[in-house]
């Protein structure tokens, strides 16, 4: 039930700011977002919904996604 809420509470943050681009996100962008994201998710499982859990997932995934994407030209 806490990963359904922080998985909303995620997309809810990060919606206005995807939608604020103006132009197509790069694949680093992409990376990082979605990784930021599944980091979260996964941080926020691990440790039963811990808000330094979740951070610092969303921060690892963000940081992972990124280089993936540089890696993805």
Known sequence: M???ST???ALMVMLPWLA???SNPSKQDIGMVSGAIIGGVVG???TSG???GT???AAG???IGHQI???MK
């Open 2 to 4: 806490k990963v359904q």
């Open 50 to 52: 811990s808000t330094v």
């Open 61 to 63: 995934g963000a940081y």
């Open 44 to 46: 926020s499982s691990l």
């Open 20 to 22: 604020a681009c103006n």
């Open 69 to 71: 994407g540089k890696e």
């Open 55 to 57: 951070v610092g997932g």
């Open 7 to 9: 998985a909303r509470v």
